[in-house]
């Protein structure tokens, strides 16, 4: 199963936050992803572990991890990020 829900929220939070979304899925076939830089910093929350890694672009294998939610950034080139069996994210 997979689920992806975008939504635009509401006045007054609409001039901060230009979307929220949540994406949930069942396992998947690889377990890191590629994500393109998009212009935007972006607030995660991994709502299945209080874990989140940043990868390595160059080296894959070796990744930073920190507890609880990460704010993103503007990014200049593509990051990584892992799937894990059963993601799920906001």
Known sequence: MVSYRHRVPRPPLDSFV???WVFQSDARPHTLEPILPTGAAQ???NLKED???LYNPDLPHRYAATSGSVLSGVQSRFH?????SGADGI
């Open 18 to 20: 230009e979307s929220i």
């Open 43 to 45: 607030l995660i929350v």
């Open 51 to 53: 874990q989140t890694r």
């Open 80 to 84: 990584v990020k892992f799937l894990q």
